[in-house]
């Protein structure tokens, strides 16, 4: 009788992988590959995505509160009934400058949420930025530099000066610096409605977007508000949150709460986020696909080796193996093929990631964007290609278990 015991499903499951040597380095390669390829599109669309996300999200907040459009009622209500003449439409009204009612109290309130990471008020509107004869029609914000700067990590974007913002002072893009032919430490004038203002240049930066680098001047929160006649008042109140995601759940919680109307990034970036969706979709789509050609694999193997061992098998059998042993030997064997595969192919997934960060470059000459695989992704394919060799081996493994080892032994 043979003993009971682990140590001999592990001596038969190793001794019939050595026996089928060829075979077995073939599927650890395929397991591998197959492997490799997961690891390497998931690292890749996470590093896309994120490279993407932080582009769009570098130079706006994650939720925007603001105030409600204006809207014109009619005088007269709908006709109601056959030969009464009613009013049926009415022009828009033409949109002025509104401010938030109360907004400190607003922005007091909206830093105690939980979520929230940081609050910025804003006063935004329309003006021309004039440097000798040369002058350039931009988006005036008038911010306090600080608190801005923990909404779109300004300091970060500063190319050439320092992020400092006090009275008479301005920051602008890089792009509108060589439109105005202007540098660090030079003057431009601010023109508004019937008010100017000259403000001397503090700091270039580069927002990532080549529009924003060609409009945005950014001046002190007072500074705007006379400009752009608000009597104290903001525009505009951006929020940062931890999580990027939960960005548009805070917005429709806001926006049943506010009487303003609230954007999330999300709504803004609609087109993005179905992207974002479509890339997602697709990894999970082929991650599916080479997980159930792994396992048919590993599978199609174990299945040739039962043929090939069914002598053997029932040789095992007449000594006194149990059902359940045989079944945990192939079952050992097909999580054995899994875990080694997947080792071999998370080292493939980091050799071809070194590579793609290696020689494909920007126009720069630095890398497109930054690719790595976190260790927590690698133990989750690890796994599930674990898992999925086990999964692989049920049926030849049952196959096995149920093989007659009289007949067995005749083969």
């Not at 105005?180 to 508004?192: A, E």
């Not at 930066?205 to 409009?215: A, F, K, Q, S």
């Not at 599930?384 to 692989?392: C, D, N, R, S, T």
């Amino acid at each position: 009788m043979l003993k009971r015991g682990i140590g001999f499903e592990w001596q038969v499951a190793l001794r019939f992988l050595r026996e089928g040597r060829f075979q077995s380095v073939l599927i650890i390669v395929g397991v591998a590959a197959g492997v490799a390829v997961v690891a390497y599109i998931s690292a890749l669309v996470t590093g896309l995505q994120r490279n993407t996300l932080n582009k769009t999200l570098g130079a706006q907040a994650h939720v925007v509160v603001s105030p409600l459009d204006e809207r014109v009622t009619p005088a007269l209500p709908p006709a109601s009934g056959p030969g009464e003449l009613r009013w049926t439409d009415t022009q828009a009204r033409s949109q002025r400058l509104r401010t938030i009612a109360n907004w400190p109290a607003v922005a007091a309130s909206l830093a105690q949420r939980p979520g929230v990471a940081a609050v910025s008020p804003m006063a935004a509107g329309a003006a021309l930025a004039r440097r000798g004869e040369a002058t350039r029609a931009v988006a005036l914000s008038g911010v306090e530099i600080e608190r801005y700067d923990r909404i779109v990590n300004l300091r970060d974007k500063v190319v050439a000066g320092r992020m400092q913002l006090g009275p008479g002072e301005a920051i602008i893009g890089q792009t509108l610096a060589q439109d105005l032919g202007v540098r660090v430490g030079d003057r431009i004038t601010v023109l508004t409605d019937g008010r100017s203002e000259t403000l001397r240049l503090t700091a270039l930066v580069d927002l990532g977007v080549r529009d924003l680098n060609r409009r945005i001047v950014l001046v002190p929160l007072r500074s705007a508000q006379s400009l752009l006649d608000l009597a104290g008042g903001v525009t505009q109140i951006d929020l940062r949150v931890d999580d990027v995601w939960a960005a548009n759940t805070l917005a429709a919680t806001l926006a049943r709460e506010l009487p303003n109307e609230v954007e999330s990034w999300q709504d803004t970036n609609a087109q993005l986020v179905s992207a974002l969706n479509a890339q997602t979709i697709s990894t999970r789509l082929i991650r599916t696909v080479v997980m159930v050609v792994v396992i048919l694999g590993i599978a199609s193997v174990l299945v040739v080796s039962v043929v090939q061992k069914q002598r053997e098998i029932g040789i095992l059998r007449a000594m006194g193996a149990t059902r359940g042993q045989i079944l945990r030997v192939f079952l050992l064997q097909g999580a054995l093929v899994g875990a080694v595969g997947s080792v071999v192919g998370v080292f493939l997934a980091m050799g071809l990631i070194k590579l793609f960060t290696t020689f494909v470059r920007g126009a720069d000459g630095l890398p497109l964007f930054s690719i790595t695989l976190p260790p927590v992704m690698a133990l989750q394919i690890v796994g599930l290609a674990f898992v999925a060799g086990i999964l692989a081996a049920v049926a030849p493994a049952r196959r096995a278990a149920r093989l007659d080892p009289a007949q067995a032994i005749r083969m």
